[in-house]
């Protein structure tokens, strides 16, 4: 029955249309916030811990009070935004992980960063080991949908505090060939993480982006000694920066979320500026996690439709700036894998997908308002963003996918069972690995297993299919001998 003729004038190449980015401010909304962070830079000022960063800001027509509150002129900010590029690519170790944050291509995603616990099926909730940091690197490394393994992504507490960015950032560089992050807190902190990726990367001069810091002010209007430090350290080297505000609107911001959203962007915009005064050209990330405290309680909440809502229009934001963009994530504040923590970070999760953001911290984890990470929920939140990812693809066809022919072939009220093609077969749908699609009674038979225990089947099958991309010996010989050479000397 082929050459049926088509109704009306069909394409020869028809489909879903390309998402255009979700937006919640109208451009006289943008302007309101950008004006009123302009006003809290030149007017109100941000108070920098840093005599170094305080001059560079003064060499360029910054006035400093003796609070060390630098007021800025806009003119500086605009000059420095201008020097920032729209997006650049991020270099693993293995070339063929290399990432492009920014443009029109896929997000960057990174596991969660910090969490002091740890929650699994087997154990419940307690204290992140050394041990739960290389489990969660591994499954950073294959799981499909993490192109960055990150950094802290736990805090372990079996390790002191002086030796533990060189035990964590080792072990990121040894389990995974993606790019990493690594700490911009204190300068010394900064250069020696810094050494140990050009080490990792056999290019110690750091000649290309290998290496995100991530640089937190500390809200209202300040940015602390250390991270200014971290901050110069990475600019100075040309390596990335995300500079963000973590400001929690109601307790370390105003209520009203423009207001906060102003103060977060003008701290930002300082450090972004800060950075491109030092090197022009320095690749930043402009980040606005602001989210809200839970007014009944004084408690942060990072799942909230509120958070939501400032993951589109930090995204919206950074290309009003021209810069890439960090916000949102796999967020929830359930504190165990429930479904609350569920439909809270999809909420963010796809608004976060949705608004292009560019560069998505915590994309897979996080529990607990940040405090927690699960291995469980690490793997229920990559399949959630390959459910995301298919949605986003939508499908395209020519006049032959519309299946004319195959739908003349059947009788009304028959069926389209290929008995040809046996069930699973098919490539036209996604099938997912964790979530159950069976019937009851299959279900049933096979156990009445929870979506949570089946996680936990996924992340034993990621740990035993995990191969280690290993590092040449010679690498390895030398990474272990600048730790052991710095760690002496920071004791």
């Not at 690197?137 to 992504?153: M, P």
């Not at 209520?255 to 300082?270: F, G, R």
């Not at 949705?354 to 308002?369: F, P, R």
């Not at 009674?441 to 990621?462: F, H, K, M, N, Y």
Request: aromatic share 6%; glycine share 10%.
């Amino acid at each position: 029955m082929r050459g049926l003729t088509l109704p009306g004038r069909v394409s020869e190449h028809a489909g879903t249309i390309d998402l255009p980015p979700l937006e919640r401010l109208d451009g006289d909304g943008l302007e309101a916030i950008h004006e009123a962070s302009m006003h809290i830079i030149e007017t109100l000022g941000i108070q920098l811990d840093h005599e170094r960063a305080r001059a560079v800001f003064r060499a360029c027509g910054a006035e400093v009070g003796d609070d060390d509150v630098v007021t800025i002129p806009r003119d500086v900010i605009e000059e420095s935004l201008a020097s920032a590029p729209a997006e650049f690519v991020l270099h693993g170790r293995n070339p063929e992980r290399n990432v492009t944050v920014g443009g029109d291509g896929p997000p960057v995603r990174a596991p969660g960063y910090g969490p002091p616990y740890v929650y699994t099926l087997g154990e419940g909730r307690r204290r992140s080991r050394l041990s739960d940091y290389e489990l969660l690197t591994k499954l950073a490394h294959v799981e499909d949908v993490i192109n960055c393994t990150g950094y802290s992504v736990c805090e372990p507490t079996d390790v002191d505090g002086p030796e533990k960015h060189f035990a964590m950032l080792k072990r990121s560089l040894a389990l995974s060939d993606q790019p990493v992050m690594a700490t911009a807190r204190g300068g010394t902190r900064a250069r020696e993480c810094l050494d140990m990726v050009g080490i990792a990367v056999g290019d110690r001069e750091l000649a290309e982006p290998y290496v995100t810091g991530l640089v937190n002010t500390v809200p209202p209007r300040r940015i602390d000694a250390e991270m200014l430090a971290g901050l110069m350290t990475f600019a100075e080297a040309g390596q990335p920066l995300l500079v963000s505000s973590f400001t929690m609107a109601g307790a370390s911001g105003p209520e009203a979320l423009p207001a906060s959203i102003a103060q977060a962007n003008a701290e930002n915009l300082v450090g972004i500026a800060l950075a491109q005064q030092l090197n022009p050209g320095t690749p930043v990330v402009y980040g606005v996690p602001t989210s809200n405290i839970d007014t009944r309680y004084g408690s942060l909440t990072i799942g909230s439709p509120e958070s939501a809502l400032v993951v589109a229009v930090a995204a919206q934001l950074g290309r009003y700036y021209g810069v890439p963009t960090r916000a949102g994530g796999s967020l929830t504040d359930a504190k165990t894998l429930d479904y609350q923590s569920g439909f809270e970070s999809m909420l963010v999760g796809a608004v976060t997908d949705m608004a292009d953001v560019d560069y998505v911290l915590h994309a897979a984890g996080i529990l607990e308002s940040y405090e927690t990470v699960s291995p469980e929920k690490f793997v229920l939140d990559c399949e959630a963003m390959r459910y995301l990812d298919r949605f986003r693809r939508g499908f395209s066809f020519d006049p032959d996918d519309l299946g004319l022919e195959r739908i003349a072939e059947v009788e009304p009220a028959g069926h389209f069972l290929d008995a040809a093609r046996p069930l699973g077969e098919s490539e036209a749908f996604y099938h997912p690995d964790v979530i159950d699609k069976r019937s009851h009674s299959d279900w049933a038979e096979d156990g009445r297993r929870s979506t949570i225990e089946l996680a936990r089947d996924r992340v034993e099958r990621q740990l035993e299919a995990y191969e280690e991309p290993r590092l040449p010996p010679d690498v390895e010989r030398d990474l272990e001998a600048y730790v052991a050479a710095r760690g002496r000397a920071v004791e």
